[in-house]
């Protein structure tokens, strides 16, 4: 069980329901340890945050809905943070909720929010990246998970789908869209992903996925 406080615009049942979701034996990564992890990384940049409690409503519900052979996992997570919240929150800050969320299709910033708002959600993506800029025994574990995650994804078409990937993040002027985490985790990051490519093209099993 999580030790992370319940954010008082979730109702208690609703709040139970995530924690029953994220806690699927299935979720090898995508589950509360992820979670968890996004939150502590919260109250390191909070203070820089123009809207806190929307992004960590977001993070508590980006992943809500998680089926590793569905496409639309953040439009429905999307949904059900704006059927949970639409009592608690007014209108705008609902949909900023949802625009985070939904920002974590490709990982990419939105083009028609403001500049508050686009601050706010450059550090829930990154939150939401910073695995990618672990010490190297944490990112293999992360791999690994992952991997089971999409164990019914065969070989050939893992390699194919995870190198595409991999080289999208790589072909981009930074990972990271905060300065902050920028300093921090891009140069590791840039290094486990290149470890991850080239171990692609090799004879080993596949071991990541983002």
Known sequence: ??????????PEPAFADLLAAYGDPGRHYHGLAHIEAMLAGLKECRALLHDAEAVELAIWFH??????????????SADLARQVLAQRLEPSRLEQVGALILATRKHELAGDI????????????????????????????????????????PDAAWRTGRAAVLQRFM????????????ERLELRARE???RSLESLTDSAPPQASV
């Open 171 to 182: 072909a981009r002027a930074r990972l990271y869209f905060s300065d902050v985490f920028a």
């Open 63 to 76: 992943d809500a809905v998680y089926d590793a052979s569905a496409a639309d996992n953040e439009e429905r």
């Open 114 to 153: 403001g500049t508050p708002e686009r601050s706010d959600m450059a550090y829930f993506l990154d939150l939401d990246l910073k695995i990618l800029g672990a010490e190297p025994a944490l990112f293999a574990a992360y791999e690994v998970a992952v991997r089971r995650e999409y164990a019914h994804v």
């Open 192 to 194: 486990n992903l290149a």
């Open 1 to 10: 069980m999580m030790s992370a406080t319940r954010p008082s615009a979730i």
